[in-house]
């Protein structure tokens, strides 16, 4: 596997479930990135992880939770998410902050 | 805040037309500027990047950009487009010392038709 992964593809969940999305980078980068992508808007940024620490939080809501458990892995947990969460969840690295970032294929989150 | 504006939502050019897409980005200071492509079905990957220097880059697939600090733009152009070039294409910034804060444009769709 090469890259930037991202699991599950698609994920459809109910207000009150909990579920977590997963990105894994192959890069040997030391930053990673949560954007979501919604119709007809800019990809926008949630948050940013440098050598494991939250650097950024761009005003997200409490309802989603990100853990960097080491460089390589990034997840965002999801619970009692509203219908207007529905969006691509896109996952960055990059090497160093100020670098390009390299993205995944994103999941698809639908909330019902 | 940092804004970036992209003046062309969905642009459709026949092959071998050549390419302008508009880009304006709001920060005064120094700035990384970035275009990104997403083909269809595939994630986002970077066409170029402009960090510093030469204000004319070069790119993959015979793109190129250039920075024009006075106007605030970094257009991106191709003199020759081809029907594999059908994608969105999105441009980004990033305040200089405010490393990891990629601000983006609502994206441009382009269609070639051969």
């Known amino acids: 596997e090469t890259g930037v992964t991202q699991t599950p593809r698609h994920l459809v969940m109910g207000m009150t479930n909990k579920k977590s999305l997963k990105c894994e980078q192959h890069?040997?980068?030391?930053?990673m990135y949560w954007y979501k992508q919604s119709a007809k808007k800019p990809l926008e940024l949630m948050f940013v992880?440098?050598?494991?620490?939250?650097?950024e939080n761009n005003s997200v809501p409490s309802r989603f939770s990100p853990e960097c458990p080491n460089s390589s892995h990034l997840f965002l947990h999801l619970h009692t998410l509203q219908p207007e969460d529905s969006a691509l969840y896109l996952c960055?690295?990059?090497?160093?902050?100020?670098?390009?970032?390299?993205f995944g294929p994103g999941t698809r989150l639908t909330v019902l | 805040a940092q804004s970036v504006s992209q003046h062309n939502h969905h642009v459709i050019l026949s092959e071998a037309a050549s390419l302008e897409l508009g880009c304006n980005y709001s920060?005064?200071?120094?700035?990384?500027l970035f275009w990104y492509v997403q083909y269809p079905g595939q994630h986002l990957q970077l066409l170029l990047k402009?960090?510093?220097?030469?204000?004319l880059v070069k790119g993959i697939k015979g793109f190129e950009a250039e920075f024009i600090k006075s106007k605030f733009s970094f257009n991106l152009r191709k003199p020759s487009v081809q029907w594999s070039d059908t994608a969105e294409y999105f441009c980004?910034?990033?305040?200089?010392?405010?490393?990891?804060?990629?601000?983006f444009g609502q994206g441009t769709e382009l269609s070639v038709k051969p």
């Open positions: 980004a910034s990033m305040i200089y010392n405010q490393g990891g804060k990629l601000i």
């Open positions: 890069l040997g980068h030391n930053a």
């Open positions: 920060y005064g200071g120094t700035v990384n």
């Open positions: 402009y960090f510093s220097g030469d204000p």
């Open positions: 960055a690295s990059s090497l160093g902050l100020a670098n390009e970032q390299f």
């Open positions: 992880y440098s050598l494991e620490e939250r650097v």
